[in-house]
């Protein structure tokens, strides 16, 4: 899975506190939500490196344990990073449910300084979140609920509303309206998702593909 000669040459540059530890940092691979932040000493990093699977050292118990061995909520390690100092480590996961102990998904849930979301920049993991509220109403329906009537009526239904926003996406474009190509454009993407979502494709299998376009 990972290469073992990169993991031992950076493995002799990592400079661990008095205690023989390191901080460590999980974040989310798909949409980079920072989720938790514990605790690794050598046998750690190199039973994470092992299975594949993140395994941390407890402070207060003083001994290792396996994120999710008793919850579920596992992280399985796709990417590790060191930084520049070589004091901090980076893993790049997938989250199985909650990663903080209050059921929370992260534990930088609290916010400081009372900004609206809506305030804040967006980028690509919009599409994600998005994605997630879909498969949520799923499982989940919602009396009223716009995406639900979509899903009910089923794939003809939802075709038909992706080739109406892609023809109102091209008028937007040639009319040369920013303002109406953002909002339709943001129409379109919604429709895909909720195309892909009742047909089981995955927002990670689009972004693979794209990948190999580059």
Sequence with gaps: MFDRETFDALMGEIRYNECGLVPAIAQDIHNGQVLMMAWMNEESLKLTF?????TYFSRSRQKLWKKGETSGHVQKVLDMHLDCDGDTILLLVEQT?????????SCFF???????????PRNSSILEEVYGVIEDRKVHPREGSYTNYLLDKGVEKICKKVGEEASETIIAAMKGSHEELVYEAGDLMYHLLVLLSQQGVSPEEVFSELGKRR
Excluded: N, Q
């Design 50 to 54: 092992e299975t594949g699977y993140a």
């Design 110 to 120: 609290r916010e400081m300084l009372g900004v609206e979301k809506e305030d804040l």
């Design 97 to 105: 449910g909650a990663a903080c102990h209050t059921g929370e998904r």
